[in-house]
């Protein structure tokens, strides 16, 4: 079964440091998703991301924050600056289309546990 | 107001026995999702079942059932036979037509199977 990769599966930085998080999507898919879990915490929404720019962010992904497909195939979260509390786990999702309210082809990445230190 | 709301930080069943966990949700849209995901202590989320808006009966996938209410906005997940594999937290999740098909998740149930 098709999977959604990220890469690594944890990291630790130096908080003030630059971290990029790094997600393989399905290949088919056409819409990208960042979330994020402070530990213990309920998971919440960063961004979106489709044809190439982002169609929604919350509140919680600021000017820190970017995120880029550089080639076609990999999408990538960047933090620029990183602070204690951006320690959390991050989850890439990606879906196929436009597939309504459906679950039909939403699949989340393992996660990558940041840590900042 | 809280999109989902999951009122049972922690339950513990007895192995083979089932367990119902509690989902309400807030939306005015019409159309809209439920889901459940498990999340293992290893971190990842793991889809469990879905339940659409304009669905009448209720989602079973395997020992997962899903109690939907619609008039009571509430989405309860129902555990048979409990597994010891089955001790993870289980998130409850929405996503509405209106805002664009972002997940909004619950706090979580922490649940444990006794032996």
């Known amino acids: 079964e098709p999977e959604v990769t990220q890469t690594p599966s944890h990291q630790v930085t130096q908080m003030g440091q630059e971290v990029i998080l790094r997600c393989v999507p399905i290949s088919n898919h056409l819409y990208f998703y960042w979330y994020r879990q402070i530990l213990g915490q309920k998971v919440e929404f960063l961004v979106s991301f489709y044809n190439n720019e982002i169609s929604e962010k919350s509140e919680i992904f600021d000017d820190q924050f970017s995120v880029e497909r550089p080639d076609g195939s990999n999408f990538t979260l960047k933090i620029r600056s990183t602070k204690l509390e951006d320690s959390a786990m991050y989850f890439c999702a990606s879906r196929e289309g436009f597939t309504g309210i459906t679950n039909y082809g939403y699949t989340f990445g393992s996660g990558t546990r940041l840590t900042v230190v | 107001a809280q999109k989902i709301t999951q009122t049972q930080p922690g339950m513990f069943v007895q192995e083979k026995e089932a367990v119902t966990l509690d989902c309400t949700y807030d939306t005015s849209d019409q159309s809209y999702g439920l889901f459940w995901y498990k999340q293992p202590s290893s971190g990842e989320m793991i889809f469990l079942i879905y339940?659409?808006?304009?669905?009448?009966q209720n989602a079973t996938e395997g020992r997962y059932s899903l109690n939907f209410q619609k008039a009571r906005k509430s989405a309860n997940l129902v555990i048979s036979a409990s597994q010891l594999g089955d001790s993870a937290m289980y998130f409850c999740a929405m996503r509405e037509r209106s805002t664009g098909n972002q997940f909004y998740f619950g706090t979580g149930t922490s649940l444990t199977v006794i032996p």
């Open positions: 339940q659409g808006s304009y669905d009448e």
